[in-house]
């Protein structure tokens, strides 16, 4: 006859607490007997499941420590965006309150602007100023330049 073994002894030979043993039993992953008000379960049976627990329990512990990570990752990816959301909605009400500023200065200068250029009838009546006279004109850098602004000859170096 095979050995058996209390939840007790179980949990120590599948290197699980004594709560996990009862729950495979209520499962039905884990076959046992009572006798005398115990819990007895088969070596045998904890011998398939000692092999399919020692598979899965490092796997599932890794992926959880992965996902832990990761999850701490894209919670602080979140709080930065969240931060930058922020920012930018300060910036954009901000920007908005500076555009319409700058729109009421540019519709004052607009109509200060109209006021100030001439009527088209006073275009008409414009005052070009005369040349000044060639014997007045400085020698030297500033001849040339005057020369060239209105005489419009190539200036020689």
Known sequence: MSEL????EASG???????TVRRKIRSGHL???VQDGKYLINKGNLEVVK?????TRPVDSLVQAQ??????????????????????QYEIKETRLQNRDLTAIVHDLAAKMTKLLPAPEEE???IELPEPAKENR??????KITAFLFDDKPVRA
């Open 67 to 88: 996902l832990t990570v990761e999850l701490r990752a894209l919670k602080g990816i979140l709080n930065g965006l969240t931060e930058e959301n922020k920012r930018l």
């Open 5 to 8: 073994l209390t939840i007790r």
């Open 124 to 126: 008409k009546a414009k």
């Open 13 to 19: 030979f599948l290197g699980v607490s004594e709560k």
């Open 138 to 143: 400085a020698e030297g850098f500033w001849g």
């Open 51 to 55: 092999n399919s627990v020692q598979d």
């Open 31 to 33: 076959l046992s007997s």
